[in-house]
């Protein structure tokens, strides 16, 4: 489930922010931040709701340490995931502007991956009659049009939470992350983050972002990924485990095709270049959603 634990008659976790800001009673020192409300609801009378906060985010720009501060164990059996935020020029703030809606989306428990990949797959495969070229089967090649079904897992090089922090690092440092504000959100598992906090992101891809979830889940899973850094349309995930040649690389390639064509589309021009650019030994995997 992806719900805030109040949502299913427990306490929310993030409710001890509101006496004690700075989160020691988890054991950390969160910089000054504010949380920020569940969209309101209202009864049958028309009597709005208890509103429930649906996540916190630091009031200014965070440094790795305190994103790493917030990932151990202690946070996350409170019922919390550690992310960061990143602003885009035009979209400051964009988790205050209305674009959250989690109750519009369902539980990634209740999907299953691959007919989600697969209903993703055949809603962006090039239509017979584009032909052999670039812009059709060349597109997709080596694989038809066919679902070519779920890549095999990798194999874990390092530990995952540890390759996140060294991502994160990376990505600050090199400025993909210029200025990162850090977040937490109630959910389960990393995985549901984008779902828990009703993220619209992928909404010109797929409305419902529980079935991103239950791909994220998956990938949790079989290449040791973790949800890192969100921002308006964009996601960065860790890798521990990614696939090493190109010919483990191409499945997950078409996973991602399905998942996020517009990395294609977009920016390699097809399924193949894109297992060599953005797959292979890459611990970073990002996607954009125009």
């Not at 609801?41 to 305190?66: F, Y």
């Not at 602003?87 to 209305?98: F, H, I, K, P, Q």
Request: a negative charge; hydrophobic letters at 40%; aromatic letters at 6%.
């Amino acid at each position: 489930m992806t719900n805030p634990p109040s949502a299913r008659g427990a306490q929310n976790p993030l409710s001890v922010l509101v006496d004690d800001p700075q989160g020691r009673s988890l054991g950390l020192e969160l910089p000054p931040g504010t949380l920020h409300d569940r969209p309101g609801r209202r009864s049958r009378l028309g009597v709005r709701a208890r509103r429930e906060p649906l996540l916190w985010v630091s009031d200014a720009p965070v440094g790795v340490e305190a994103l790493a501060a917030c990932r151990g164990a202690a946070v996350a059996d409170a019922g919390l995931r550690a992310v960061l935020f990143q602003e885009r020029r035009g979209l400051e703030s964009w988790w205050t502007r209305d674009e959250l809606n989690p109750a519009a989306m369902s539980d990634p428990g209740d999907h299953h991956v691959e007919p989600v990949l697969r209903e993703f797959w055949n809603g962006v495969v090039p239509d017979p009659e584009e032909g052999e070229g670039p812009d059709g089967a060349g597109l997709i090649a080596p694989f038809s049009r066919e679902w070519p079904g779920l890549a095999e897992s990798g194999v874990q090089r390092e530990d995952p939470e540890a390759a996140a922090l060294a991502l994160a690092a990376e990505l600050v440092g090199t400025g993909v992350l210029p200025s990162p504000r850090l977040a937490l959100i109630p959910a389960g598992r990393g995985a549901d983050v984008p779902t828990a906090m009703g993220w619209r992101g992928p909404v010109n891809h797929e409305a419902d972002t529980a079935l991103i979830s239950t791909v994220l889940r998956s990938w949790e899973d079989r290449f040791g990924a973790r949800v890192l850094a969100l921002g308006f349309d964009e996601l960065h995930l860790s890798v521990a485990a990614p696939p090493l040649t190109t010919a483990a690389s191409l499945p997950v390639a078409a996973e991602h095709f399905a998942f996020c064509p517009d990395n294609v589309w977009q920016g390699s021009g097809s399924v193949r270049a894109y297992a060599d650019e953005g797959v292979t030994g890459s611990g970073h995997w990002g996607f954009w959603w125009d």
